[in-house]
């Protein structure tokens, strides 16, 4: 599957952005889909992930209760709605998909295909 991240951008403090993954193929549906994102000098680290219908979803403490993971498997594409941004949360944001049967994981290693990633950044 190949993976299109899109909406990043930059915005202040307090603001929201939206991102959009659109995934290629037709077994959309049979991934678990994540968000990762990697701050300039650091490691990439696990922001949010989304199981294969939709029902379930996972949260990084940090942006818990400010972002929201959604899918929509009738256009193959995977969202991030991100409110009340912080500085810190300026980073390249990568959406990635992964094809193994188990359940959701937040370890980078675990995900198969990655998209090109979108930079965001916020400014104080």
């Known amino acids: 599957v190949q993976l299109q991240a899109s909406g990043g951008g930059l915005v202040q403090a307090g603001g929201s952005l939206r991102l959009s993954c659109a995934a290629s193929?037709?077994?959309?549906?049979?991934?678990?889909m994540g968000w990762f994102r990697q701050a300039l000098g650091k490691e990439r680290e696990f922001v949010a992930a989304i199981s294969r219908s939709g029902g379930s979803t996972y949260y990084a403490d940090s942006v818990k209760g400010r972002f929201t993971i959604s899918r929509d498997n009738a256009k193959n594409t995977v969202y991030l709605q991100m409110n009340s941004l912080k500085p810190e949360d300026t980073a390249v944001y990568y959406c990635?998909?992964?094809?193994?049967?188990?359940?959701?994981?937040?370890?980078?290693?675990?995900?198969?295909?990655w998209g090109q990633g979108t930079q965001v950044t916020v400014s104080s």
């Open positions: 193929g037709r077994t959309f549906s049979t991934y678990i």
């Open positions: 990635a998909a992964d094809s193994s049967p188990l359940i959701v994981s937040s370890r980078p290693n675990r995900y198969d295909y």
